[in-house]
Structures are given as structure tokens and as C-alpha cells.
């Protein structure tokens, strides 16, 4: 079953200090993973994408890993600010251009 | 370049009626997603579509239907509606090359009484 899985599921930390969110999938054949941010009542905006050569991919302070051998990614976020706070969602597209979402980590940065 | 647009932003409507949404995709984008976000169940895909046809059906019953027009605008009609259909709908154009960029829209907030 093609599947995406993230961790945590919500998040809370210290403006100034970094954070990882966790991706897991098994979906397959594997095209693409991507990373999108969504603040509170907006669609999705894209931080990262990756393709199956790729193992590191950054966009500012988004730093985005892939292991396709272990089906994990996982996104690091440096020096988090308040405007960091959202929804960070994982995608894994199949071959096909068919979507596999996860249901996202809340993230949310305090002062 | 204009971004993705939806119309409306927000509806109320009651069980059992229907409902229309409408996406201007970004100029130049043949292909249009529809996606159906709810807090409990994240982002799931309804369905591609590409120069006016569908190419891809997520697993939503025939209640759920789209359609695309030769100037790459899409619509989503969603018959007999379900309090369980309240939800933000969006839609993502993107050239339609697989691995391509997806670009959403701002979502239209469905609440049904």
C-alpha cells in the first residue's frame, strides 16, 4: 500500500532553535518527494523537491534529505523564526504523476 | 504572472444541494489537481486533469466529478452534499510533466449544514 507517514505529528520550539520533521513512505515506483509549507488557512507552498538521485536539496534555512534505500526524508529547519510556524506537509509522487500525501507536523515557533 | 485563483473562497451550503468550485489555473499550466484537505484526514486527491481530460482519479465516490475547458479552467461539482464534506478544497496547476513543479491555490473553505 502506498502510504506517507510523518513525525511528530506537532512540534513546539524556541525562536532561534532548529527542528527536524521526519517523512516515511512506501510509496512505489518512486518519482519525486517534496516538501511544501502551508501557513493557516492558505494552500500549500513548495519548499523542496527531490528526485531519486538527489540526497540533499536546501531552500534557505530548509534543508531537505532524502535515502531513497531506506524510503526516509526529512526536513531541518535552521535558526527557526516566528513566521516558521505552519503545517509542513511531505509528498511522494509514483511514477505517473499520481500524489501521495502525508498529513503533515504542526509546527509551531514561540518567542 | 497571476497565481492560482479560486472562486469562491468560502460557502455555506445544506445537506443534500450541490455545489460548483471553480480554478484558474496559472497561464500557460494544462494541468489542474482538485484536492479535499480536512484536519482529521490531511490532503487527499480527487483528480487530474490535463487538456480537458482526466488523467488521474483519487478514490472519492461519483458524487465528486470535474471537468476542464479548452482554456485550461476547472470546476469541481459536488452532488448531494455531505456534512462530512465540509472541508478546504484545492486546487494545483502545473505544466503537467511528470515531476513538475504544483502550484495551489488559496483553497476554497466548503462548510456544509
Known amino acids: 500500500k502506498n502510504q506517507v507517514e510523518q513525525s511528530p505529528q506537532s512540534l513546539i520550539i524556541l525562536e532561534g532553535k532548529n527542528c527536524t520533521l521526519q517523512c516515511n513512505y512506501t510509496v512505489s515506483p518512486f518519482s519525486n518527494l517534496r516538501w511544501y509549507k502551508q501557513d493557516t488557512g492558505r494552500g500549500p507552498v513548495s519548499l523542496t523537491i527531490?528526485?531519486?538521485?538527489?540526497n540533499t536539496k536546501s531552500n534557505g534555512r530548509y534543508t531537505a534529505t532524502l535515502d531513497a534505500d531506506t524510503k526516509q526524508s526529512s526536513l531541518h529547519i535552521t535558526a527557526s523564526q516566528l513566521s516558521d510556524s505552519a503545517s509542513y506537509i511531505c509528498?511522494?509522487?509514483?511514477?505517473?504523476?499520481?500524489?501521495?500525501f502525508g498529513t503533515g507536523t504542526s509546527l509551531t515557533v514561540i518567542p | 504572472k497571476a497565481g492560482v485563483t479560486q472562486t469562491p473562497r468560502y460557502l455555506i451550503k445544506t445537506r443534500g444541494q450541490q455545489v460548483t468550485l471553480s480554478c484558474s489555473p496559472i497561464s500557460g499550466h494544462r494541468s489542474v489537481s482538485w484536492y479535499q484537505q480536512t484536519p482529521g484526514q490531511g490532503l487527499q486527491f480527487l483528480f487530474e486533469?490535463?487538456?480537458?481530460?482526466?488523467?488521474n482519479k483519487g478514490n472519492f465516490p461519483g458524487r465528486f466529478s470535474g471537468r476542464q475547458f479548452s482554456n485550461s479552467r476547472s470546476e469541481m461539482n459536488v452532488s448531494t452534499l455531505e456534512l462530512g464534506d465540509s472541508a478546504l478544497y484545492l486546487c494545483?496547476?502545473?505544466?503537467?510533466?511528470?515531476?513538475?513543479?504544483?502550484?495551489f491555490g488559496p483553497g476554497t473553505r466548503l462548510t456544509v449544514t
Open positions: 509528498v511522494v509522487s509514483r511514477t505517473g504523476n499520481q500524489f501521495y
Open positions: 494545483a496547476s502545473s505544466g503537467g510533466q511528470e515531476g513538475g513543479e504544483q502550484y
Open positions: 486533469y490535463f487538456s480537458e481530460t482526466q488523467r
Open positions: 527531490m528526485t531519486f538521485s538527489e
